[in-house]
Structure formats: C-alpha cells, structure tokens
C-alpha cells in the first residue's frame, strides 16, 4: 500500500512534467500557432524578454518545482531498477537512503543555484 503511494507520486510527477514542457513547448517554440488562434505573446525569444524572464519569481518557482518533480520521478524510477537486482531487505533500506541523500543534495544545490540566478 505504502510503495503505490510512493508510485502514484512518482506518475503525478510525470504529469507535472508533461504539463510543464508542454506549456514551454507552447510558449517558446509554438508562438507563431498561439498568435493565429489570437494570443500574441509578443517576441518571446528576443533578448530582452530572456532577460526579464530571468528576474521573474514565477520562473523561478516553477524552475524549483521541475527541479523536484524531475528528480523525485527519475531517482524513484532509479530505485524500483535498482531494487531489482536483489530482494534483499538491507539492499532495499540502503538503495533507497542513498537516493533519498542524493535527491535531497541535488534538490538543495539546484535550488540555491537558481535561486541566486534569478536573484544575483
Ligand atoms: C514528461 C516526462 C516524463 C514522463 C511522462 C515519464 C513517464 C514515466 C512513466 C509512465 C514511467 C513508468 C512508471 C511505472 O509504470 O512504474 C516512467 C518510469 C521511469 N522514468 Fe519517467 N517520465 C518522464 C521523464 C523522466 C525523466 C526526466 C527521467 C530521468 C531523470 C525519468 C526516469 C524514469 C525512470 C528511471 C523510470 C523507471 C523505468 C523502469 O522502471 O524500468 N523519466 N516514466
């Protein structure tokens, strides 16, 4: 029970994911279609729009929670190939400690770095 909870959040994030890129799909690369079905955004690759999306806090926060949702989808998807290898329980503790640590560090380290991106 517990482990198809881990697994549903682990698809919710997929979903995020597939959410997120859509809408950056939309936005940056599909402008010109936007624009005939009547929403102009403007040049939204020039540099000056770069720019001040690069002091926008929306950015920012959606750029963290890509970050967790990436990360928690491919490390937990990491973990169900690596619990494959053996049933052991202690392998099955270790693996997942080890991930949980390297998600927690690249989740810290990546936000700090966008963080003082946006804000430096
Ligand atoms: C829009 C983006 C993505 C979608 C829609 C998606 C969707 C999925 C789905 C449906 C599964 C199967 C889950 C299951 O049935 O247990 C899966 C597994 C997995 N995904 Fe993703 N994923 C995406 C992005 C990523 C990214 C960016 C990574 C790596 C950073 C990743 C790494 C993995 C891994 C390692 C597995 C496990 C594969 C396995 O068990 O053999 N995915 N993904």
Not at 39 to 44: E, I, P, S, T
Not at 85 to 104: D, H, K, P, S, Y
Request: net charge positive; glycine share 10%.
């Amino acid at each position: 029970m517990r482990e198809s909870i881990w697994w549903t959040v682990s698809i919710a994030c997929a979903v995020v994911m597939v959410l997120l890129l859509s809408l950056h799909m939309g936005i940056m690369h599909l402008a010109g279609l936007l624009n005939v079905l009547g929403l102009n955004l403007g040049d939204v690759r020039a540099f000056s729009a770069v720019v001040a999306r690069g002091k926008n806090p929306v950015q920012m926060v959606v750029y963290v929670i890509f970050l967790a949702v990436a990360l928690y989808h491919g490390l937990y998807g990491l973990r169900g190939i690596l619990l494959e290898v053996t049933q052991n329980r202690r392998w099955e503790v270790t693996i997942t400690g080890l991930l949980f640590l390297a998600g927690i560090a690249a989740f810290v380290y990546g936000t700090y770095v966008t963080v003082k991106t946006f804000t430096g």
